[in-house]
């Protein structure tokens, strides 16, 4: 059984992960990338459809193409691996919550294998469609995202108009018993 002490620091693993934008060079081990598909695959979907496809991308000129859909992923880059997800289109609202799912359980993979990932966002329905064109995946299925990995050289945001980071305080995103109680 884990101590109490070892749990709190497995959970602070999952509470430092970030969305990574800059990243090393250097290549992605295969066994690192077999780990995270792995961790895709085994991720829990709406009634177990796992409506899910994964494209490996470790082609810099693919990556390429992807970062100049829009500007706000121009990173995208310079990582060294992606790993686009694509979903059948049977079930629009059920499958974009298994993809935020299997999103998060690799951005939480890549940090626990010492590694780290950002999502990027293809954009609008024509973005998607010249990104559906770069990976050669069927026009019927949704493809949305692509999830970046690799050794992290920095934890900040580097675009112009980056996110302000940090979080809302616990007391004003949670309630108890009742909407807009406090504790106690
Ligand atoms: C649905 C979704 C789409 C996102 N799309 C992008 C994106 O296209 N480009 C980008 O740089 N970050 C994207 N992000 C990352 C968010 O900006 C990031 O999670 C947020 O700023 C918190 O970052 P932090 O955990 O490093 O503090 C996306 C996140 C989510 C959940």
Redesign the pocket.
Known sequence: MASRASRRSQTEVLRT?????QYSPERVPDEVVERLLEVAQWTGSSRNSQPWHFIVISQPGQLRQISQLRT??N?VAAAPLGIAIVLDGANVPSEAYDE?RV?ERLLMGAHLLGFGG????FGDEAQQAEAKDILGIPAERTAR?VVLIGRPTS?K?P?PDA?A???KPLSEIVSYERWGSSKG
């Open positions: 992960v970030r969305q990574i934008r706000p992923i990173w935020g999103t950002g999502v990027a966002w995202s934890i945001d675009r996110r980071g940090g979080r």
